[in-house]
């Protein structure tokens, strides 16, 4: 639920509803359940007429004040309810969701952050599953691009522009033979609109046997109709003026806009963690954490996880088991928003810890996160023990990074030492163990189990705390830090077009190089640039006759 009952809605989600059983629970609690709370729900009854299914409307009509009813006197077919819909919008945004279908709990705000950091698209889905008479998952929709020419492969549940709908004219009332999404689909490809397909599983789609009893557009010859007369009409997809919508990537390394799109301030019963990790899949920290989300879990813990870099997220489902708030920014951000929705993630969920385990960009944007939540506890966890890199790995980047860290937690007493010989403060590095025996039982050295140490880090963040990093320095991390994402980009375009090895290993040493060097400066600059702004005002100070600069070099603390 969200933290303010009254907050106003940022989406709005639509569903056409006639003559819907009990099923429709179902799809109610995907809704209520989404982790974006601040929508409202509008629900347009096209004149149902079953008694069971005008008492399941009237229950969810007095349920929470976010849901409307919408009711037509009689029915008047799909396209005229979802056209209803749009009318009765309050929001930028309409998720269209039928009545028997539902959504993954993290859909909306995906779709949500995409859209609004996307403004070249006007439609965004995911991948879906279909269950019910028939089982398989779909990996298609305007992913697919030209090939919706032939036949419709955009699943119904996907977020749409309300100012793009407006535009053309919104859905073909006409139409109430079927496959009304496909026609307005292709009517707004010929207006040059388009959208994209986030990679991962964002809904679930209720199949029938046979939708031809329902439909009669999904009869062979109906469809061939259908398919001729949207080729008439627009003829000029059919001849190569199909949409081709490139995501826009901006030619600096500014930070996005610092202003947050939506609140979305939850509910808060229980203390927060905020993971971030590489990969969830094998090398990338996904099978070390399993056991212990699960304990920390029990032991009262709700858990975000969110990460880093892009790539096969093998183990997804088996976190996803675990906690539903599992975002994989590169699926649905830029690099460039990743500082800005860590941010909101954050202020959303009202996170008490964050931790860091094997993510480069989790250690650098660190200065960035310090200073926008001073209360925060920030701790990392080191259980790789190899040489991954250069100068020692993630180690290194744990000891390097020590002084913005309430708390080190590492998987074993060698590790410790390595970053204790190498200036670690021995008091703020502690090891872990994920052995659920007896205090008794532990491997030797242990100091705590992960929940443990979690609440140790948030004891030192209260009696020994950090100092305070300052917003220039934050600021101009951040912004290192998402160009240091792009050279990783342009390190894997390279990789994905070429097959000569010197000439690969020549490129990743350069970009690796160029990389590192950008982040170093970030720490020297921060004093250097702190320094340069102080001369600055100094010197303004004596051109105006406020106070001469020798003074004010040796008294800048005093009022001129």
């Given at each position: ?549 020798s003074k004010a070099s040796g008294h800048r603390g005093e009022k001129p």
């Amino acid at each position: 639920m969200p933290a303010d009952a009254g907050a106003a809605p940022c989406v709005t989600v639509l569903t056409p509803f006639y003559n819907t059983g009990p099923i429709f629970h179902e799809t109610a609690r995907s809704v209520l359940r989404q982790s974006l709370q601040q929508w409202e729900w509008l629900i347009v009854d096209d004149g149902s007429t079953d008694p069971e299914a005008l008492e399941i409307l009237d229950h969810y009509a007095h349920k929470d004040p976010r849901i409307r009813v919408v009711r037509h006197p009689e029915n008047k077919g799909l396209s005229a309810a979802l056209n209803t819909g749009f009318r009765e919008s309050r929001t930028p945004y309409t998720a269209l969701l039928d009545s028997d279908d539902l959504l993954e709990p993290t859909a909306l705000e995906k779709w949500l952050w995409f859209l609004g950091t996307h403004p070249e698209y006007a439609f965004v889905q995911g991948y879906s599953v279909a269950f019910g008479a028939i089982e398989l998952i779909w990996q298609k929709g305007f992913v697919s691009g030209e090939d919706n020419l032939e036949t419709n492969r955009i699943a119904g549940r996907c977020l749409v522009r309300n100012s793009v709908h407006e535009e053309v004219g919104g859905f073909n009332e006409s139409n109430r033979t079927g496959l009304q999404d496909w026609e307005f689909w292709i009517h707004c490809a010929h207006a040059g609109y388009w959208g994209y397909t986030i990679p991962e599983f964002c809904d679930w789609y209720r199949r029938r046997a046979h939708h031809a009893d329902r439909w009669e557009g999904f009869d062979d010859k109906k469809l061939a109709e259908i398919r001729a007369g949207l080729r008439k009409k627009y003829a000029s997809l059919w001849m190569g003026s199909f949409p081709r919508i490139e995501a826009k990537q901006s030619e600096t390394y500014e930070l996005g806009p610092d202003a947050l799109p939506f609140e979305n301030l939850l509910q808060k019963s229980k203390r927060r963690l905020l993971m971030l990790l590489p990969r969830m899949t094998r090398g990338g920290g996904g099978m070390f954490y399993l056991d212990p989300l699960d304990r920390l879990i029990a032991a009262g813990w709700e858990v975000t996880i969110a990460t880093t870099l892009p790539g096969t997220e093998n183990w997804m489902p088996s976190f996803a088991r675990r906690t539903p708030d599992v975002f994989v920014l590169s699926n649905f951000l830029r690099s460039l928003d990743y500082p800005r929705f860590l941010r909101y993630l954050i202020r959303s969920r009202r996170i008490e810890t964050v931790l860091i385990s094997n993510s480069l960009f989790g250690y650098q944007i660190l200065p960035f996160l310090r200073s926008e939540f001073p209360h925060v506890t920030f701790v990392d966890c080191c259980h790789v023990e190899k040489e991954n890199g250069r100068n020692g790995g993630y180690r290194n980047h744990a000891v390097e990074h020590q002084p913005l860290l309430d708390l080190n937690i590492v998987s074993s007493q060698r590790m410790k030492q390595w970053m204790v010989d190498r200036g670690a403060d021995p008091n703020r590095v502690c090891v872990c163990t994920d052995d659920e025996a007896a205090d008794d039982s532990r491997p030797m050295n242990a100091e705590g189990r992960l929940d443990e140490l979690l609440d140790r880090a948030a004891e030192f963040h209260r009696t020994q705390p950090r100092p305070e990093v300052s917003r220039l320095l934050s600021r101009l991390s951040a912004s290192y830090t998402v160009q240091y994402e792009r050279l990783n980009r342009r390190r894997e375009r390279f990789e994905a077009f070429t097959d000569d090895r010197d000439k690969l290993d020549k490129k990743n040493k350069e970009l690796t190089d160029e990389r590192d060097k950008w982040y170093r400066r970030v720490l020297a600059r921060g004093d250097e640039l702190q320094a340069l702004r102080s001369n600055i005002l100094v010197r303004l100070c004596s051109k105006l006759g406020l106070v001469s600069a020798s003074k004010a070099s040796g008294h800048r603390g005093e009022k001129p």
